[in-house]
């Protein structure tokens, strides 16, 4: 069904028409095409970090961070039970294991639950900065510090957090803060990581391109035409996180006080705008007749078919995903559309 107000949609400009109209002029639509690194590097230096690898995903980006590190089949990977379950996917692809800790009241892993988890194969721990909010990367960090682990940050809905891990790896699908349709990046400090990074991401050639493999790499590669829109993307990317902050902070007013809402804590980023909601899936219905897009929260891991576990009824991360949904957010959305959202909720409550 076509929405009037979808949940979301790209904020695209005549910038990344010309990007992507001379890719294809010029005929670099490749991997090869110049747009590529010039994407890696603007948003690496966006970032204040030394290298960016683009790819294909972000979870791809997730996969290629966890093999860059050597993980693989035996290890252990602390992944939070409130994610999209790429996250949890990523680890398993490697062969390793993915070991789920539950969220806090701001759906974010909850960093007092990691260390009971934490064993002899435990490798590195997967912060997920869920809706834009930045999880307690200090706790984590000091964590990783003290058991040895590397942290990698699935920041897939969080362009604009500051990354601190050893990698941050970063989404561009479209409905992601900024897009390029599909695709990922990478970002670390580390040159011998990137090094990996683009290693596996390209098939693992070697330098002489001689076909001779000897390790199992991926075709994880963007094109030059996803490149152009990711660079024209970044460039106005101060300019769309501004914008979502009045998004947040027309939300945060329209919805005050009505009943039957539960407005969740600030994000340092906005991706989604995420609320608990009573009555839940009649709300979703009411507004769907309204021609308004919802979407409800993740699923706990452990209620994953491949990862179930008889606990998950038991979490906070299920509990959050019974009643929790978010609103239309989008960089173009306009106050009246939001005012709409807002005034629709209001009137099913009443």
């Known amino acids: ?18 990007y992507v109209s001379e890719a294809v002029t010029t005929g670099w639509i490749s991997s090869q095409g110049p747009y590529v690194k010039e994407f890696e590097q603007s948003f690496a230096e966006y970032n204040g970090v030394a290298h960016g690898v683009a790819c294909s995903s972000g979870t791809t980006a997730l996969t290629l961070a966890l093999r860059a590190l050597g993980i693989g089949p035996g290890d252990e990977v602390i992944v939070p039970e409130f994610t999209m379950v790429a996250s949890a996917w990523a680890v398993t692809y490697t062969g390793a294991t993915p070991v789920f800790v539950d969220c806090g009241d701001d759906l974010n892993i909850d960093p007092a639950l990691i260390e009971e988890k934490i064993t002899a194969r435990t490798k590195a721990v997967m912060p997920v900065h869920i809706y834009g909010r930045r999880c307690d990367m200090d706790a984590i960090m000091e964590l990783a510090y003290e058991y040895n682990l590397k942290v990698v940050e699935d920041s897939a809905e969080a362009h604009g957090v500051e990354p601190v891990g050893h990698i941050a790896c970063f989404s561009l699908f479209a409905n992601k803060i900024i897009s390029a349709g599909e695709g990922g990046i990478c970002l670390t400090d580390d040159p011998h990581l990137a090094g990996q990074l683009a290693h596996l991401r390209a098939m693992a050639f070697d330098k002489d391109h001689t076909f001779l493999h000897k390790k199992l790499g991926y075709n994880f590669r963007m094109t030059n035409l996803q490149a152009g829109i990711a660079k024209a993307q970044v ?81 906070r991360a299920h509990r959050f995903s019974e009643d929790g949904l978010y609103l239309p957010t989008y960089t173009t959305i306009t106050a009246a559309e939001q005012d709409e959202v807002a005034g629709k909720i209001a009137a099913f409550y009443s």
């Open 1 to 18: 069904m076509a929405f009037r107000i979808p949940v979301s949609k790209p904020y695209l400009t005549d910038q990344e028409l010309r």
């Open 235 to 315: 460039e106005k990317l101060d300019a769309i996180l501004a914008e979502r902050r009045r998004i947040e902070e027309r939300y945060d007013k329209a919805l005050a006080g009505i009943p039957g809402i539960t407005l969740m804590p600030p994000r340092e980023v906005l991706w989604m705008y995420d609320l608990r909601a009573e009555r839940r899936d009649e709300l979703r219905e009411f507004l769907d007749a309204e021609g308004i897009e919802t979407r409800v929260f993740f699923k706990p891991m452990s209620r994953q078919p491949m990862y179930h576990d008889p606990v998950w009824p038991t979490l």
